[in-house]
T-cell receptor, first 114, second 109 residues
Framework: EADIYQTPRYLVIGTGKKITLECSQT?????MYWYQQDPGMELHLIHY???????EKGDLSSESTVSRIRTEHFPLTLESARPSHTSQYLC?????????????FGPGTRLLVL | EDQVTQSPEALRLQEGESSSLNCSYT??????LFWYRQDPGKGPEFLFT???AGEEKEKERLKATLTKKESFLHITAPKPEDSATYLCAAFSGTYKYIFGTGTRLKVLA
């Protein structure tokens, strides 16, 4: 069973507020990812990290930022939330060094911006 | 362009009625093909990783197989608790995982 945690699980917030979505994993994985998922749609990569102090933007344009100061922690921040940010946000991690690099996912954060 | 297509989009089965879900992929340099189960409002739960054509993996009522162009998730004698969305994803290396849109499975008692 994967040990990857996300908080909060649900968040309702007003337009213009700053929010941080937390993600932690206890598996010691070097690679971590943030995805956005809308109902019935595929997962879209918004950020990823190869390790501490390494972050990159994914394929989906996003107004969010991430940081990776510790291996186990990969928070995502929205400086000014907008209704278009309403979505489910999924954090994942994978282990470098295995051929297939299986990704394990957290439970997700469902965000509603009013 | 790398692509993963899942079919059908939705599937309704009677309890005990076996069936298969399809995942077709066009990915250069496939390093892994993954199957996940996702319940509403939750994150994807890892089921299987396949790497080589001809490879098969089983877990309870589920069996995943892989060819050079597609993967199948076979569900034998499903139960209502198997109802979920099943996702497949192809990994081509570095950070790139290409996900399908999933098959929504409903198993009726």
């Amino acid at each position: 069973e994967a040990d990857i945690y996300q908080t909060p699980r649900y968040l309702v917030i007003g337009t213009g507020k700053k929010i941080t979505l937390e993600c932690s994993q206890t598996m010691g994985h070097d690679k971590m990812y943030w995805y956005q998922q809308d109902p019935g749609m595929e997962l879209h990569l918004i950020h990823y990290s190869y390790g501490v102090n390494s972050t990159e933007k994914g394929d989906l344009s996003s107004e969010s930022t991430v940081s990776r100061i510790r291996t186990e922690h990969f928070p995502l921040t929205l400086e000014s939330a907008r209704p278009s940010h309403t979505s489910q946000y999924l954090c994942a991690s994978s282990e470098v060094g295995t051929l297939q690099e299986t990704q394990y996912f957290g439970p997700g954060t469902r965000l509603l911006v009013l | 362009e790398d692509q993963v297509t899942q079919s059908p989009e939705a599937l309704r089965l009677q309890e005990g009625e076996s069936s298969s879900l399809n995942c077709s992929y066009t990915v250069s340099g496939l390093r892994g093909l993954f199957w996940y189960r996702q319940d509403p409002g939750k994150g994807p739960e890892f089921l299987f990783t396949l790497y080589s054509a001809g490879e098969e993996k089983e877990k309870e009522r589920l069996k995943a197989t892989l060819t050079k162009k597609e993967s199948f998730l076979h569900i034998t004698a499903p139960k209502p608790e198997d109802s979920a969305t099943y996702l497949c994803a192809a990994f081509s290396g570095t950070y790139k995982y290409i996900f399908g849109t999933g098959t929504r499975l409903k198993v009726l008692a």
